[in-house]
């Protein structure tokens, strides 16, 4: 069940989300504009951005979205200035979009590495360069979402251990250069989320989900409202003294260290 917040707690914010077509990243869109935030949405597909702003129009909400490869500097300029011109300065900006998929190094191409590290890594520069200009200073709140992998090993998942802990480090350099500017940078870390495309690539069959799932002290995935609750307060005044945090989310599966997700320890291909 979703935390109870005060209602139009971002009553009057505007909010931009890349990756905001589907999945955490959406549910954290539909959060904001339940609290009264006008949102700006981008991804790479427009039929999903329609059907996301679609259904936050519906529930009450406005909403804007405009497609985009976070890869592509541009792009990103683009969609922020539509979203600046559509609803004002950006109080708070989500940088979500992400790419993954199973491999081991021996069996990954240097296309395959790059093209993890430009969607997650590179996409959260240029999304948060590109914003710059068009943040409400002081008082922005940047968050990305990065993952446990960040400072947990996991077996098949080296492009996105080395793209989310380049994500943790470009925000902590953001949080002590952009402080000047009264710009908060923070980052989730969730671990599994339950519902969304990450696990149905990592755990697709319920004997994976089962050990997946064995794998959480708190015994369960997390749900997309969880890390939009967390995404909520970082956003809030009630984390105004928050900046430069790595806010994990995860159950308490990285207290466990290191593992291999897909079994098979010791694999090389």
């Known amino acids: 069940?979703?935390?109870?917040?005060?209602?139009?707690?971002?009553?009057?914010?505007?909010?931009?989300?890349?990756?905001?077509?589907?999945?955490?990243?959406?549910?954290?869109?539909e959060r904001f504009a339940a609290q009264g935030a006008r949102v700006g949405l981008m991804g790479r597909k427009q039929d999903k951005l329609h059907r996301a702003t679609e259904s936050i129009g519906a529930a009450g909400g406005a909403a804007l979205g405009v497609a985009g490869d976070v890869r592509n500097y541009e792009d990103c300029e683009n969609a922020l200035r539509k979203t600046n011109e559509a609803f004002g300065a950006i109080d708070i900006l989500?940088?979500?979009?992400?790419?993954?998929?199973?491999?081991?190094?021996?069996?990954?191409?240097?296309?395959?590495?790059?093209?993890?590290?430009?969607?997650?890594?590179?996409?959260t520069f240029n999304t948060c360069r590109a914003a710059y200009e068009f943040l409400h200073k002081p008082g922005a709140?940047?968050?990305?979402?990065?993952?446990?992998?960040?400072?947990?090993?996991?077996?098949?998942?080296?492009?996105?251990?080395?793209?989310?802990?380049?994500?943790?480090?470009?925000?902590?350099?953001?949080?002590?250069?952009?402080?000047?500017?009264?710009?908060?940078?923070?980052?989730?870390?969730?671990g599994p989320v339950d519902d969304t495309e990450g696990m149905r690539r990592l755990a697709p069959t319920p004997e994976a989900r089962r050990k997946a799932m064995a794998a959480?002290?708190?015994?369960?995935?997390?749900?997309?409202?969880?890390?939009?609750?967390?995404?909520l307060f970082l956003c809030s005044d009630a984390a105004a003294y928050i900046t430069g945090a790595v806010c994990v989310c995860d159950g308490g599966q990285s207290l466990l260290g290191s593992r291999n997700f897909l079994g098979a320890a010791g694999a090389t291909s």
């Open 1 to 29: 069940m979703a935390a109870v917040f005060r209602d139009g707690l971002l009553q009057g914010k505007v909010a931009f989300i890349t990756g905001g077509g589907s999945g955490i990243n959406l549910r954290i869109a």
């Open 94 to 123: 989500v940088c979500g979009a992400a790419g993954n998929f199973p491999a081991a190094v021996l069996g990954m191409s240097s296309n395959g590495f790059k093209a993890v590290v430009d969607i997650d890594l590179v996409g």
């Open 141 to 190: 709140s940047v968050i990305a979402i990065s993952a446990t992998h960040a400072f947990v090993p996991i077996a098949y998942q080296a492009h996105v251990c080395a793209a989310k802990a380049g994500i943790d480090m470009l925000s902590k350099t953001l949080a002590i250069e952009w402080a000047g500017a009264g710009v908060r940078v923070n980052v989730i870390a969730p």
């Open 216 to 231: 959480v002290p708190l015994g369960r995935f997390a749900g997309k409202d969880e890390i939009a609750d967390l995404a």
